[in-house]
């Protein structure tokens, strides 16, 4: 593995925690944005169309920003990677969640996505052979998942209902996360991430949103400060993903996604903070940080 100050667990922990405070950020822009652009709860088409401008934004910043540092405009290489990673990681994986967040609960669908955690953990052991998978590596992740379940739980109500549109979507779109992280491990040893990142977000970006327009979707009431979020909100894309890829590249995928588990943490805390949902945050919040954190320390634990 090549030596990185990206390889070094504390640095990978930091940075991987930004990750996560951003991505727990955008549950609550995601909220605020519906409410700004008149997008109600059911209507998946202008969803799919909020997302894809949001992704083909996020797409446009992760070249510009490349391009930048290279001095020169990059330019998509290897299409068949782009076009891989970005049928996974944007189109599949969004495509299905939004069609299944639709058709079941939030409980739910946060528990279902924190499950793709062990679907990376399966699929870059035993399918694309990138590691070993261990003991501690499953105890560890079987922690941090026990955390996920307490934080979305406590205090509601968990049916076990189960629908194919429902519960069956947001698990096909945590499967197609894990390949995501699997297949950006697998092409990263040979091409640029920045580059992969930033074009396969415009491109899935572009796809999404023309299956938005497609099927009757639209953004209305557009002002100043709707701009201002989606912006962010790219931004929140473009640098949590591609930040994550850098990761993946130095470390191996267990150790980097098992602090995917901090998301609805972060998620539950910004919330409190931004939109004053007094019953996203208590003890439980406390008791899931500790479980997040220990599994954490368990998968990355490294004798001396």
Not at 114 to 127: D, W
């Amino acid at each position: 593995m090549n030596k990185n100050i990206l390889s070094k667990t504390p640095v990978m922990i930091l940075v991987a925690m930004f990750c996560c405070l951003l991505w727990g950020s955008a549950f609550s822009c995601i909220k605020i944005g519906y409410k700004m652009f008149n997008i109600s709860g059911n209507d998946i088409s202008s969803q799919i169309l909020f997302a894809g401008i949001r992704f083909t934004l996020a797409g446009i910043m992760v070249i510009v920003f490349g391009s930048l540092i290279a001095r020169k405009m990059i330019w998509p290489s290897k299409p068949h990677y782009i076009a891989v990673q970005s049928l996974f990681q944007t189109v599949i994986q969004y495509l299905f969640f939004y069609v299944g967040l639709a058709h079941t609960t939030g409980v739910k669908s946060s528990i279902i996505t924190g499950a793709g955690t062990f679907f990376t953990l399966l699929v870059c052991t035993l399918l694309f052979k990138q590691e070993k998978l261990t003991g501690k590596k499953f105890i560890g992740t079987l922690v941090g998942f026990a955390g996920l379940i307490i934080v979305n739980i406590s205090g509601k109500s968990l049916d076990l209902d189960i629908s194919f549109m429902g519960e069956g979507f947001i698990l096909i779109a945590a499967f197609s996360g894990a390949m995501a992280q699997a297949y950006i491990k697998k092409f990263s040893k040979n091409t640029d991430v920045v580059m992969l990142s930033g074009y396969q977000f415009f491109f899935g970006g572009i796809v999404m949103a023309l299956v938005g327009l497609a099927t009757s979707g639209h953004i209305s009431c557009v002002n100043p400060a709707g701009v201002a979020l989606i912006i962010y909100m790219g931004f929140i894309s473009a640098a949590a993903y591609t930040l994550w890829g850098l990761l993946l590249k130095y470390n191996n995928v267990s150790s980097v996604a098992t602090c995917k588990f901090m998301n609805p943490i972060f998620g539950a805390l910004i919330s409190y903070i931004v939109l004053n949902e007094t019953d996203s945050i208590g003890l439980q919040v406390i008791v899931a940080l500790a479980l997040v954190s220990l599994g954490i320390y368990i998968v990355n634990y490294k004798k001396d």
